[in-house]
């Protein structure tokens, strides 16, 4: 609202990582949750009601993380995409796309866009022919009562390469958000005259933001920090990615938020600008909070809005595959990744028997994973294997293999003698489950009192002590083939064969298959201390 004529105050509400989680469901069981972004919406037409300029940012990851989000972007493509829709009917006022949009492909990419009513904004997604942004202009500036101009720059984690098919995103480049920042900021200073400058950038903060000190390793995959540090001139820093809950703290006179993931919180930022003459304007406070979603109802017309995909996406997930005998749903997810579960072993089973390869890796990717009941629907199958993953085979020398396991092995933190405890490392700023992996077609033991480097024990293959210059085919998702969760050793490794189907689907089609399947495993590997 306008104060009087000498100031201004705008309201900036941000959501980000949404991953799918626009109702207030958990898919696994129909289950009601307290989260979901029509949960927010209610929050943000509070809001709208109460004050006159306000602004609705999502920080990126909003089209993939759910079986709804999923149906609606691999099995349906014929209709609107209903999170777009609802993007579309909340007004949101601009996207900055994050690295999982592009999981199913610039195709998809283009079809979400030009069904947005809204801009999308990335400085450093660029067309690799041209060196422009991809989405075009990658700012937009809004203009409010008393000619008061606030920026708005897009920026996305410059690691997708790292971790996404290439085929997904053939014709792009991706520059450091650092380097576009500093090309842009000045831009919209001195150029379009910006009086306030908001950055909303899809990555999170490489260090702690009230230490400075390093939280992860400095790949780039996380810049925030340094965009604080390097750049002056940026009055809000919305970050994401990390999937952490940061209400508001300042680094180096810039103000950081993050709202959470799954639709859990918002972000509300208050603007105040004061008029320092005839037409320039400064800012002259800031403040923020995180809003819960928890306890908030929901907007009738908004589930109605979402009913017929969310019917759809029910009736698809609700498909019988097969029958289990034995045991495969998992209680203990961390005794799970310590000894092996029967549903590990089935996933790398598949993965092995559709590739034609005797050695195989994956993950339990989350704590979540509530593995096979007596009956199996689609429903289990997403539930378990929630990333739209594909497979490749790689030649991997025995030195490879071994220098991937010790990398896995730094999963588990230095025995104190007590228990066997996950490292700190694969927990904060958010959790890393799904960089641990368990593997099947060779044999070995991880020694947790052993020290970083050296844990492998009894590493064989077929009873035989592995060569370490002898050579192996190994299949494992696209991530991890790509260096995902820096696997360092599988970059640039030989592509013997690629499974362009999705797991999800590889794994349905083999349980329909099968009809029935036995809760089985070989203990090929176990997690010891001395």
Request: net charge negative; aromatic share 8%; charged share 20%.
């Amino acid at each position: 609202m306008v104060k009087d004529a000498q100031t201004l105050q705008v309201t900036l509400l941000v959501t980000s990582d949404i991953h799918g989680h626009v109702l207030p469901i958990r898919y696994v069981d129909n289950e009601s949750v307290d989260t979901g972004l029509i949960k927010l919406a209610t929050i943000m037409k509070q809001i709208r009601s109460e004050r006159e300029h306000v602004l609705l940012i999502d920080n990126g990851d909003l089209l993939q993380g759910t079986p709804f989000a999923y149906y609606h972007a691999c099995l349906d493509q014929t209709t609107a995409h209903p999170i777009v829709n609802l993007m579309n009917r909340l007004q949101l006022d601009a996207f900055i796309p994050g690295n999982h949009e592009f999981n199913y492909g610039l195709d998809f990419v283009k079809r979400a866009r030009e069904q947005s009513e809204y801009p999308w904004l990335s400085a450093n997604v660029l067309n690799m022919q041209t060196g422009e942004p991809l989405f075009g202009c990658p700012y937009r500036i809004f203009t409010f009562p008393g000619g008061v101009k606030i920026g708005l720059l897009g920026l996305t984690t410059q690691y997708i390469p790292n971790w996404e098919q290439p085929s997904h995103i053939d014709g792009l480049s991706f520059e450091s958000a650092v380097k576009a920042a500093k090309r842009w900021v000045p831009y919209l200073k001195e150029q379009e005259g910006v009086h306030a400058l908001i950055v909303s950038y899809h990555g999170g903060l490489e260090r702690n933001a009230e230490t400075g000190e390093e939280v992860e390793e400095e790949t780039g995959e996380n810049e925030g920090w340094r965009l604080c540090q390097e750049i002056e001139g940026i009055d809000v820093l919305l970050t994401g990615h990390q999937h952490q809950r940061i209400g508001g703290v300042y680094v180096n006179n810039t103000l950081v938020v993050q709202p959470g993931y799954q639709g859990s919180c918002l972000a509300e930022v208050e603007f105040s600008l004061r008029r320092n003459g005839d037409t320039s304007w400064s800012v002259e406070a800031r403040q923020s909070r995180l809003r819960e979603a928890g306890g908030m109802a929901v907007d009738p017309a908004l589930v109605e809005l979402l009913q017929a995909g969310e019917e759809n996406t029910q009736r698809w997930l609700d498909q019988p595959l097969c029958k289990v005998q034995g045991e495969m749903q998992i209680t203990d997810h961390s005794g799970a990744r310590m000894n092996e579960h029967p549903l590990v072993e089935l996933v790398n089973k598949i993965q092995m028997e559709v590739t034609g390869t005797d050695i195989s890796n994956t993950a339990l990717f989350d704590n979540d994973a509530p593995g096979f009941g007596p009956l199996v629907s689609m429903r289990e199958v997403t539930a378990n294997y929630p990333y739209p993953n594909t497979l490749k085979v790689l030649r991997l020398s025995g030195e490879d293999i071994r220098e991937a396991l010790e990398w896995t092995a730094r999963y588990f933190a230095p025995y104190d003698g007590l228990r066997i405890e996950v490292d700190p490392s694969y927990l904060y700023p958010k959790p890393q489950h799904y960089n641990y992996d368990m593997w099947e077609g060779i044999e070995y033991t991880i020694n947790v009192s052993r020290p970083l480097g050296s844990r492998i024990e009894g590493l064989s293959c077929k009873g035989r002590p592995l060569d370490p210059s002898g050579e192996y085919k190994v299949v494992m998702n696209h991530y991890r083939a790509s260096g995902g969760g820096n696997y360092r050793m599988f970059r640039n490794k030989q592509v013997i064969r690629e499974v362009t189907v999705e797991m999800t689907e590889l794994i349905a089609e083999y349980l329909m298959k099968q009809g029935n399947i036995v809760a089985a495993k070989n203990d090929n590997w176990s997690v010891i201390h001395e």
